[in-house]
């Protein structure tokens, strides 16, 4: 069993910076895929991106060159840098972890709100 908490979230004015953070607990973390996902109001979860367990990356078009992820398996946690946020960002963040290989999330944190202002 795998317990994820989102941290990190707040106001910001547009073209501000954010860090999430997202702790697991367990140690089979290092092992999992983790996507952070976002939902605004009145819209589907979409995919911010995802870090495999060896570091790589991936992003959707909407934030890439400003949002970047990294993990640090050693403290079971992996973060989203958000530069440059834009009003459009605004939403619930999630963190999700996957075994590599699966499309399935088995785990989600709560998430956390993150509003940007213009």
């Known amino acids: 069993q795998v317990q994820l908490v989102e941290s990190g979230g707040g106001l910001v004015q547009l073209g501000g910076s954010l860090r999430l953070s997202c702790a697991a607990s367990g140690s089979i973390f290092s092992i999992y895929t983790m996507g952070w996902y976002r939902q605004a109001p009145g819209k589907q979860r979409e995919l911010v991106g995802t870090?495999?367990?060896?570091?790589?990356?991936n992003y959707a078009d909407s934030v890439k060159g400003r949002f970047t992820m990294s993990r640090d398996n050693a403290k079971n946690t992996v973060y989203l840098q958000m530069n440059s946020l834009k009003p459009e960002d605004t939403a619930v963040y999630y963190c999700?972890?996957?075994?590599?290989?699966?499309?399935?999330?088995?785990?989600w944190g709560q998430g956390t709100q993150v509003t940007v202002s213009s």
């Open positions: 870090i495999t367990s060896g570091g790589s990356t």
């Open positions: 999700g972890a996957r075994r590599a290989g699966s499309s399935k999330y088995d785990y």
